[in-house]
């Protein structure tokens, strides 16, 4: 983060595509708040119950990755322990923590994210979450890794978007890939 605590980052597809993909983060106080947007022609792009959410949208949910879904990482440095955070375009979320990578995810009691905005039309996206909360799961003082990513669901299939991938196939949970966001709180 820089100084004011606000960073921009542009996320890079896995294979090639037309649209494109950012995600503005900025800590303020206990909270972290996280706008991802997608430019370009998004008619294409599958939003979830976006147009007409369901009764019951806004809860808790697993396999959120299985349509358009914006991530958040964040991890401990020396360790191996890492959190993961999913957030569906209709408000429902998730959020898993990890000893190991990949390892079985238990869900720990963390507060909801708050939906600041969800607007299909225009591929905006913030949210704000209790980054202190999650945080304090991990075991580390002051410093962590963390990454945001996003799942389009599109009509030739998902894209996958990080600030950088391994060659061989996407994979979020590599946290060699997050070294390049460090944030101190």
Request: with cysteine; net charge negative; proline share 7%.
């Amino acid at each position: 983060m820089d100084k004011d605590g606000e960073r921009c980052f542009k996320l890079q597809p896995f294979e090639p595509s037309t649209l494109g993909v950012s995600v503005a983060t900025s800590l303020r106080g206990e909270g972290l708040e996280l706008t991802y947007s997608v430019s370009g022609d998004r008619g294409s792009i599958k939003w979830p119950d976006f147009e007409a959410p369901s009764q019951s949208a806004g809860q808790r949910r697993d396999n959120l990755w299985h349509s358009t879904c914006f991530e958040f990482f964040l991890a401990s440095r020396e360790g191996p322990d890492y959190l993961e955070y999913n957030f569906a375009p209709n408000g429902d979320w998730a959020v898993f923590q990890f000893s190991t990578y990949r390892g079985v995810p238990s869900k720990p009691p963390v507060k909801p994210p708050c939906v600041l905005r969800s607007d299909a039309a225009v591929g905006i996206f913030t949210v704000a979450i209790d980054f202190k909360g999650l945080a304090s799961l991990l075991h580390e003082d002051t410093r962590y890794l963390f990454a945001m990513t996003v799942i389009l669901q599109e009509p030739a299939g998902q894209s996958f978007w990080a600030h950088r991938h391994r060659v061989d196939k996407p994979d979020f949970h590599d946290k060699a890939l997050f070294e390049t966001f460090e944030l101190n709180t």
